[in-house]
RNA sequence: GGCCCAAUGGUCAAGCGGUUAAGACACGGCCCUUUCACGGCUGUAACCCGGGUUCGAUUCCCGGUUGGGUCACCA
């Protein structure tokens, strides 16, 4: 059978981190077997529905690369894919259900629910509903009706034995039919509940494996209770434990935590972030850590699933982001520091693919160039007691010979290019007899005005060129001469 | 509180009755080196507790502890 999964963001306005491993992992169960990869859009609650939502939606989708087989904007064989647009099938089915006698009307009203759970709270029993409804006839059921009365569609629960289902990750769970409560399945705005709409549609769209976060894990036997009901087979479960931001909280936008489209943002690299929240909650069973999108859908194995929550650590995703920024292409590399390189740089003179190579080797995140940068543009105030580098063997006295040494040799070179600096400079070493470092930490410090910087005395001497590299030097000169 | 679930270094995470308990991040040290990085080598660091079962438990079972989830006309 052809395995149909599918993703069901509710559109309320961003993409978490957890929600995107969801659809990651919704996305490799399919492709690993060759299947299918649906989207859905659950907007069944209006009241938190945040327009430009499912934009958010489609742009990350298409951005990470998880591309669906099916959904709202390509349509499908099992449309609508969105749940406002359906809202003539879940009456229809809770109609059925009330007729095999599976549901009920409800009308009772929220101040008397609320004065239930009160009484409840003081008491020892359940928070649940009291089935004030159930006994109602069918003449008393058509007056409320005939009266306009406003009305829910609660599903009836057994009240003895149990319900056991079988979960991918977390196997056989059996709880106590007594644990359920009627839930409801048509809300009083005529809207169907997340938990019903959600078993209508994956039976209708023919949803093999049903994954989702753990926290519908209690709600789960309910769940399959409903498909029993209709007479359906129940798809199978695939449960996900939450994506953490310390051992306590969830993490969430709401605690001001980065989003998929934060991090982007930030300077992670798009298939850094999607390969680092692979491995949250997923290993593969050898040891392989950098995938692309490809390679995850060959290897991935539903069996390396975790059942333990985990903890999102930003200083892997940031050192594996480093990873794929040393690793990739130059020229996508270039394509994408460029943005970055023009924000710290605005002088044009500055080859700025010598300046991101020079970088490459030194990112984690992309919005760390700039703060790299910005001294090529215009050196900066600076101490002379930058010149002191005890591994150097600099002092301040050293250093304002080597800088005076080597304005006469640089201003005699007429090509003035990498090779050129740096043969000459060598010369000068070997014929001061002094160390490397004592030349060409001074020349690199006039030259950045900074304790460190991407790229040494030679590199970054190209880079300014001659007229502005031996002004720097000259800098250097009167500040360490007073 | 009831019910459900989980528990290996600081973090991610192998392991699935017998191992010197992998690997990665982070951290420390060393090497390389014109700074910082990169790279290479290396070090510190873990099976929540108590009972069983077993010749033998990190691994299986039962309790407990701790943490999480759930108990909505939200998803």
Known sequence: MEIRTRFAPSPTGYMHIGNLRTALYEYLIAKSKGGKFILRIEDTDQERYVE???DIIYNTLKLT???????????????????????????????????????????????????????????????????????????????????????????????EGTTTFDDVVYGSITVDNSELDDQILIKADGMPTYNFANVIDDHLMNITHVVRGSEYLSSTPKYNLLYKAFGWNAPEYVHLPPVMKDAHHKLS?????????????????????????ALLGWSPSDNQEFFTLDELIEKFD????????????????????????????????????????????????????????????????????????????????????????????????????????????????????????????????????????????PVRTALSGKPTSPGGAMELADILGKEESLRRIEKGIELLSK
């Open 52 to 54: 430009g939502a499912v």
């Open 253 to 277: 936008k709401r605690n001001g935590d980065a989003s998929f489209e934060d991090l982007i943002a930030k300077g992670y690299i798009v298939e850094a972030v999607l390969n680092y929240i």
């Open 302 to 441: 539903i069996a390396g699933l975790s059942k333990s929550p985990s903890i999102f650590d930003i200083q892997k995703l940031t050192w594996m982001n480093s990873e794929y920024i040393k690793n990739m292409d130059f020229e996508k590399y270039f394509s994408l520091a460029e943005p970055k390189l023009k924000e710290g740089i605005k002088n044009e003179n500055i080859d700025l693919k010598k300046v991101a190579a020079l970088l490459q080797k030194r990112l984690e995140t992309l919005n760390d160039i700039p703060g790299l940068v910005d001294f090529f543009d215009e050196l900066p105030e600076y101490s002379t007691e930058l010149y002191i580098h005890k591994k150097m063997k600099t002092t301040e006295e050293i250093a304002l010979s080597s800088l005076k040494a080597c304005v006469p040799v640089l201003e005699n070179i007429t090509d003035w290019n990498e090779t050129v600096i740096h043969d000459t400079l060598m010369n000068l070493v070997t014929e001061l007899g002094i160390k490397n470092g004592q030349l060409l930490w």
């Open 65 to 159: 690369g998880l591309k669906h087989d099916e959904g709202p904007d390509i349509g499908g064989e099992y449309g609508p894919y969105i749940q406002s647009e359906r809202m003539g099938i879940y009456m229809d089915y809770a109609l059925q259900l009330i007729e095999k006698g599976e549901a009920y009307y409800c009308f009772c009203t929220k101040e008397r629910l609320e004065s239930l759970k009160e009484k409840n709270e003081s008491g020892d029993s359940f928070a649940h509903y009291d089935r004030h409804c159930l006994g109602l006839s069918k003449e008393e059921i058509q007056t409320n009706l005939d009266a306009k009365m406003p009305f829910v569609i609660r599903q009836k629960m057994p009240t």
